[in-house]
């Protein structure tokens, strides 16, 4: 299951690049479970606006996050085209609903600069920091800060 | 063979078993209710776990055990009496002796010091009666006693006793494997009775084939005795099923058998060392024969056999595990069962009659392969009653009141998962009980109650869920400290009107405490909410009533089964939900003059005179405003938790199947309305409504714990 990668030299990380709403961004591989095709969730009531749905994972119920809608960005168009990143986060699967996944990124740990001062609060907590690669700005996500962090008692 | 870690686990789990019968046979004795046979089971119980822990060399184990018995022999000897301090003392031990087993367990011992305090505190007891000094002989000495019998018994005559009686004991072939000492055995029939005993070794092979593995000797003890036979017979109650045993109770003995008698201790070649210390050092005076001897035959004389004992019927341990895989594979089963059913209904060939008989075979087998794996996980929630006595004793003590815990419905069963995981809230809500709940005695004497506070745990099926309840019978809720305290909290408003129930319901908030002082027990902060949320991942719900001055009662709902449910399938608001099938009363399609408006949201829905709070499923999980024209026209008449019942609108009904329960807690969290999801036949998700939830959340602004909730 390890990557070469991670095989050969440990100071490198690979990372899932993936793009929406016009923005890039990218999480550690290794919290991808798997990545498929976009399936009409069943709603949720009483969720959070960005919370789209559940679907079914083969036989796992599995929430949908539109990440769009997390960070607060432009709505992305409701097409069947969008993807589903399935993520473990924190002994959770969720599933974040993106435009595209661009590709797979291998950055050395000193190719992850912090986020600059300009950002928004909410948008710094959410991010590790950004890659640049190819003129490309790729914001990496912090998943941790996705969910809110969940009180031990009712979890 | 199995292994010495497998036989180990084996040993574990029939402690636990053995504990609880021990338990349960002091509890008995304690209230009088105990049958004649209870003493005896009671002193098996602590000499089998004496036994198997001296097999793995459990030492301190060995001699707490074999002390505590020494103790029990007393009683079921007669030379102690059952007094109130000595049970106490004796429930204090085999309480300790639950704490030393489950130490050994994990691997670890509990204090020697304590060990020693628990067993001294017993046998200064047991001793009080002014003969503690013999007490004592027979404690270290068990040869003493045992004395007589070494010598050559045929020497002895049988000349004193009420009545003879013969017993023929032959154990099968396995019985050591199953960890029996026919020594032990012969040890305990014999007792203080003459006894004359003769060894029937017909059955020993050739020492070529010898196995030393197998049983081959049986024996004829005569006794002289005022047992009765069924006091006789119970000494071999725990090898029941594993020997040949017969039983004549003559007038005279048989003179024929003197000649033949021949004094045995059976071979401790499998007796672990530490196990039978005394019935080795027996051996040479009583002139034991090397079990591979090849001696002559002794006829065995040809006993009536009478009161044969029936073979109970054979059971088999599981691990859990693979009954929870069968549980997982079962509910794929259901889902795809589900899935080709859809396809071949939407096939074009569809029609066949052939076809149809054969889905309808597998949606019966399926069925029946789950009623079937939900009766092997379905358990008495007895155990799990029984260890709420030690937590009550245990509470009472600490918080210096006196308590006694009644239970009811124990036979009631329920899915194992379940009775784990209420484990810890029970033990819970029942030091609440006692902590804050009871009064201290002074104060129930001032109030005429009585001095012994009550605490009740029953179980009992209601409608296709579980109802456990916890009631005591103290002070109940002080509905204005309540309040207060809540304020001080910041958790509601100073100014805020709250009813009864709603003051209730604020036990159950994060952080809540009411006790003034922090016992060691309760009042901790961590209670009731905790309690709620445990019940509510088991797709459970927790009530509380309470009556000023007469106590307070919590109710725990829950599903039989956390994995299949028979669901109605249907729409609200172009969403796909299920309703469970045990909670619906009627569907109907009512008229619109059955409908009446209260206030201005509300309305209510005449049905054949009875009014029910009508309720559209789509509006109150959010999925709608209000409704269109052709939307929420049937409605679905479901009853509530207590004996009301409530109307639901839905648009449409689809489909009555069985579906398979997936949390929605792992993932996600906990919704208001909502009990959990299913996969449909088509893979899509649908979500299981809870109704009593639903109508409770209603009227509720969402609650505070959904994990995902913004921030």
């Keep these: 299951m390890r990557s070469p990668g991670y095989a050969s030299d440990p100071d490198i990380r690979e990372l899932v690049a993936f793009r929406t709403a016009g923005q890039d961004f990218c999480i550690d591989i290794l919290s991808v479970r798997e990545i498929r095709g976009w399936s009409r969730p069943a709603l949720l009531p009483h969720a959070p606006a960005f919370v789209q749905g559940v679907i079914n994972l083969r036989g796992a119920v599995v929430p949908i996050l539109d990440l769009a809608k997390r960070l607060g960005l432009e709505p992305i168009e409701d097409t069947d085209r969008n993807v589903i990143i399935v993520a473990a986060i924190q002994n959770r699967t969720v599933g974040l609903l993106v435009e595209a996944v661009t590709d797979i990124l291998s950055v050395p740990a000193s190719g992850v600069q912090p986020t600059p001062d300009l950002a928004s609060e909410t948008t710094r907590n959410m991010l590790r920091g950004v890659v640049v690669q190819d003129s490309r700005l790729i914001r990496l996500l912090d998943v941790g800060q996705l969910l809110p962090q969940a009180d031990e008692a009712a979890a | ?711």
């Design chain 2, 1 to 711: 063979m199995a292994g010495a870690v497998d036989l180990k686990d084996i040993f574990f789990v029939e402690a636990d078993e053995l504990l609880s019968a021990l338990e349960e046979g002091l509890r008995a004795i304690q209230t009088g209710t105990q049958e004649a046979d209870t003493v005896n089971a009671v002193f098996r119980a602590v000499h089998s776990i004496k036994g198997g822990a001296g097999a793995f060399d459990l030492k301190a184990l060995v001699g707490f055990a074999h002390r505590f018995e020494t103790v029990l022999d007393s009683l079921r000897s007669g030379r102690l009496l059952p007094e109130a301090a000595l049970l106490g003392a004796l429930l204090h031990a085999s309480d300790h002796l639950a704490d030393m087993i489950s130490a050994s367990r994990q691997g670890g011992s509990t204090d020697s010091e304590l060990d020693e305090r628990v067993i001294l505190a017993l046998e200064a007891l047991s001793g009080g009666e002014g003969g503690a000094k013999e007490e004592e002989a027979f404690v270290f000495e068990p040869l003493a006693l045992d004395g007589p019998f070494g010598m050559d018994l045929a020497a002895v005559p049988l000349v004193f006793g009420a009545r003879k009686v013969s017993v023929s004991f032959r154990p099968h072939a396995g019985a050591f494997a199953s960890g029996h000492d026919p020594a032990l055995l012969l040890r305990d029939l014999c007792g203080i009775d003459e006894a004359e005993i003769s060894l029937d070794q017909s059955a020993l092979p050739e020492p070529g084939v010898f196995d030393p593995g197998q049983s081959y000797l049986g024996w004829v003890v005569t006794l002289q005795t005022e047992r009765s036979d069924r006091d006789v017979m119970a000494v071999f109650d725990f090898i029941d099923g594993c020997c040949d045993l017969t039983l004549t109770g003559e007038a005279s003995a048989d003179p024929g058998l003197a000649p033949f008698a021949e004094p045995v201790a059976a071979p401790d070649l499998f007796a672990p060392p530490s196990l039978l210390p005394e019935a080795r050092s027996q051996d040479p005076a009583q002139g034991a024969k090397p079990q591979n001897s090849a001696s002559a035959a002794t006829p065995a004389p040809s006993p009536l056999t009478q009161g044969a004992t029936t073979t109970p019927r054979p059971t088999i341990r599981v691990d859990i595990d693979r009954v929870d895989r069968l549980v997982d594979i079962l509910g794929e089963l259901v889902i795809h069962q589900a899935m080709l059913t859809e396809a071949i209904e939407q096939s074009p060939g569809f029609g066949s009659v052939d076809v149809d008989r054969s889905l309808d075979q597998l949606r019966q087998l399926s069925r029946q392969i789950q009623e079937s794996v939900m009766a092997i996980r379905a358990q008495p929630v007895k155990p799990l009653f029984d260890r709420m006595h030690r937590i009550v004793r245990e509470a009472s003590m600490a918080a210096g009141k006196s308590a006694r815990l009644v239970t009811e419905g124990e036979a009631t069963e329920v899915d194992k998962t379940i009775i784990e995981r209420l484990a810890d809230p029970l033990t819970h809500m029942i030091r609440n009980s006692i902590d804050h709940g009871l009064e201290k005695a002074g104060r129930r004497d001032e109030l005429g109650k009585p001095t012994e506070g009550v605490v009740k745990l029953s179980a009992a099926h209601r409608s296709g869920r579980i109802v456990i309840t916890v009631q005591d019978d103290g002070a109940g809720i002080d509905r204005d400290k309540v309040r207060q305290i809540a304020v001080e909290k910041g958790l509601v408003s100073a100014t805020a009107e709250l009813s009864p129930q709603e003051i209730d319901a604020l036990l159950f908030l994060p952080g809540f405490s009411t006790a003034t002082e922090v016992s060691a027990l309760s009042g901790r902060g961590v209670g009731m909410d905790v309690v709620r949320s445990e019940i509510a991942g088991l797709g459970g719900r927790v009530g509380i009533a309470s009556v000023r001055g007469q106590g307070t009662t919590l109710t725990i709902s829950l599903p039989l089964t956390l994995a299949v449910l028979d669901g109605m399938v249907f729409e609200a608001a172009g969403q796909t939900l299920v309703l469970p099938v045990s909670h619906i009363i009627e569907t109907l399609r009512p008229e619109a003059a059955m409908r009446h408006n209260l206030g201005l949201k509300d309305s209510v829905l005449d049905v054949r005179g009875r009014c029910l709070p009508l309720i559209d499923v789509g509006t109150a999980l959010g999925f709608r405003r209000s409704l269109k024209p052709g939307e929420g026209e049937i409605v679905v008449v479901v009853e509530r938790g207590d004996d009301g019942a409530i109307a639901l609108m839905v648009d449409g009904i689809r489909d009555q199947r069985q579906v398979v329960i997936k949390g929605l807690e792992a993932n996600y969290g906990q919704i208001p309305g909502i009990a959990a999801a299913t996969v449909l036949g088509d893979g899509s998700v649908a979500l299981i409504l809870d109704p009593t939830d639903l109508a409770a959340a209603g009227s509720l602004p969402a609650r505070p714990h959904i994990s995902l909730a913004a921030e």
